[in-house]
């Protein structure tokens, strides 16, 4: 997501008009004060990334019952595809490396096991 642009003159315009406070609107997104002075400033400061920036901006646009439409700018920005899910194959059997069943130890080594043949595979790769 690059350049998050949207309306924060409405978002702030709506909340006033609601008679919201920010403390007010701050609880019901879950996000701090400063988060909220953030997204109607138009500001970067109190979010760690910018995507978590854009999802709170929605979180707001929907807590006001606004159309996202009217709020987003930049809507090729908004939705990242997905890739399709990618089957893995296998990557170590129980009997390949003689776990036996049942015990938490077991288990916890299978697990380290398979961690280090997948990052083996990785790094081949």
């Not at 642009?5 to 609601?18: C, I, S, V």
């Not at 899910?85 to 096991?113: C, D, E, M, Q």
Request: hydrophobic share 45%; charged share 30%.
């Amino acid at each position: 997501m690059k350049d998050l642009q949207y309306n924060f003159a409405l978002l702030k315009r709506t909340r006033e008009d609601k008679h919201m406070s920010k403390l007010e609107m701050a609880h019901q997104l879950c996000l701090s004060v400063n988060q909220i002075d953030s997204i109607e400033e138009n500001s970067h400061r109190y979010f760690p990334a910018e995507s978590i920036k854009f999802a709170a901006v929605k979180k707001y646009a929907l807590a006001l019952h606004l159309d996202l439409n009217q709020v987003i700018i930049n809507k090729e920005d908004e939705v990242v595809p997905l890739n399709p899910l990618i089957l893995v194959p296998v990557l170590l059997s129980k009997a390949k490396h003689k776990i036996k069943k049942g015990t938490y130890r077991n288990k916890a080594i299978f697990l380290r096991k398979a961690w280090q043949d997948l990052l083996l595979r990785l790094l081949k790769n």
